[in-house]
T-cell receptor
Framework: ETGVTQSPTHLIKTRGQQVTLRCSSQSGHNTVSWYQQALGQGPQFIFQYYREEENGRGNFPPRFSGLQFPNYSSELNVNALELDDSALYLC??????????????FGSGTRLTVV | GEDVEQSLFLSVREGDSSVINCTYTDSSSTYLYWYKQEPGAGLQLLTYIFSNMDMKQDQRLTVLLNKKDKHLSLRIADTQTGDSAIYFCAEGRRDDKIIFGKGTRLHILP
C-alpha cells in the first residue's frame, strides 16, 4: 500500500508567477484535501475534492484552484503568486469525505517559497 | 469563534508524562484527532476519538474528551526523546472539513 506522495518537494517562484503542485492519493482513497501551513502555524484548509468535484472550500481567494483526476490524484494551482503564499502545502487523502473514516493520510508536503 | 486553541509550548523531563490540552469550537464535531509533525515532515495521525466517547487509551497515549466543555487532552506516558515534535489537535466537523489548531511544540528535557 503506497502512501500519499507530493511533488515537487521544494519550489522557488517569483511573485506574480503561477505554480502547480501535485498529489497522488493513497491507494484506495477517493478524496483529496489540500492545506496550507505557514511557518509556525497549523494547517489551514484550502479545499477538498471528492470524486473529481470540489467538496468544500476554506477562506482562500479564487486564484487558488484545483483539480482531481479519475485516478483520484490531484493538482493545486495558484495564480499570481504573492509573498504570503510562501508555505508548506500539504495534501491529504481519505476514503470518503473525512467524517465517516478516521482522519486523513498526509503527504510530506511541498515547500513553496515566493521571492 | 472558529479557532481550535492549544498552548504553543510544553517542556517535559524524559520519563515524565506529557499532557497537551486543546479546546475546540464545534459541539457537533464527530471526531477529534491528534496529529504529530516532526521537523520537515507531513502530519502523522497519532490517535482519534469519536465524540460519544470520553476516553481512549492506545499504548502510551491516553485521550480524554470533555464534550460539555469542548476540551480534549492527550497524555503521553513515559515521554521519550523521540516524542519531541509538534502536536496538532484537530476536529472533524459535520461539513466534512478537518480544522487544526496551531500546534503544541513538545520539548523533552534530559
Amino acid at each position: 500500500e503506497t502512501g500519499v506522495t507530493q511533488s515537487p518537494t521544494h519550489l522557488i517562484k517569483t511573485r506574480g508567477q503561477q505554480v502547480t503542485l501535485r498529489c497522488s492519493s493513497q491507494s484506495g482513497h477517493n478524496t483529496v484535501s489540500w492545506y496550507q501551513q505557514a511557518l509556525g502555524q497549523g494547517p489551514q484548509f484550502i479545499f477538498q475534492y471528492y470524486r473529481e468535484e470540489e467538496n468544500g472550500r476554506g477562506n482562500f481567494p479564487p486564484r487558488f484552484s484545483g483539480l482531481q483526476f479519475p485516478n483520484y490524484s490531484s493538482e493545486l494551482n495558484v495564480n499570481a503568486l504573492e509573498l504570503d503564499d510562501s508555505a508548506l502545502y500539504l495534501c491529504a487523502s481519505s476514503l470518503g469525505t473525512g467524517r465517516a473514516n478516521y482522519g486523513y493520510t498526509f503527504g510530506s508536503g511541498t515547500r513553496l517559497t515566493v521571492v | 469563534g472558529e479557532d481550535v486553541e492549544q498552548s504553543l509550548f510544553l517542556s517535559v523531563r524524559e520519563g515524565d508524562s506529557s499532557v497537551i490540552n486543546c479546546t475546540y469550537t464545534d459541539s457537533s464535531s464527530t471526531y477529534l484527532y491528534w496529529y504529530k509533525q516532526e521537523p520537515g515532515a507531513g502530519l502523522q495521525l497519532l490517535t482519534y476519538i469519536f465524540s460519544n466517547m470520553d476516553m481512549k487509551q492506545d499504548q502510551r497515549l491516553t485521550v480524554l474528551l470533555n464534550k460539555k466543555d469542548k476540551h480534549l487532552s492527550l497524555r503521553i506516558a513515559d515521554t521519550q526523546t523521540g516524542d519531541s515534535a509538534i502536536y496538532f489537535c484537530a476536529e472533524g466537523r459535520r461539513d466534512d472539513k478537518i480544522i487544526f489548531g496551531k500546534g503544541t511544540r513538545l520539548h523533552i528535557l534530559p
